[in-house]
């Protein structure tokens, strides 16, 4: 994941918790409903920008698990 994939991620789910913390009535479909509408509205602006659509992103080459196998494994060799 690119910083501006991250950054993107971030912006979403900071904005998500504090329109939830806002709402008087908490329920699973207003906060489903609040994750798709800033998710939605964070894709537009993307767009709006010229920005890359993350699905449009580079996959890495490595998948999530191997990376921090592989760190546990440097940080291993390192305390040794």
Do not use: C
Request: proline share 4%; net charge positive; no cysteine.
């Amino acid at each position: 994941m690119g910083s501006a994939e991250l950054g993107a991620n971030v912006f979403r789910i900071t904005q998500t918790e504090s329109l939830l913390e806002k709402q008087k009535e908490k329920s699973e479909y207003k906060a489903t409903n609040t994750h798709y509408r800033v998710g939605k509205a964070i894709r537009k602006t993307i767009e709006e920008l010229g920005g890359t659509m993350p699905e449009e992103l580079p996959t890495p080459d490595k998948s999530l698990k191997v990376i921090e196998k592989n760190n546990k494994l440097l940080e291993k060799k390192e305390v040794i």
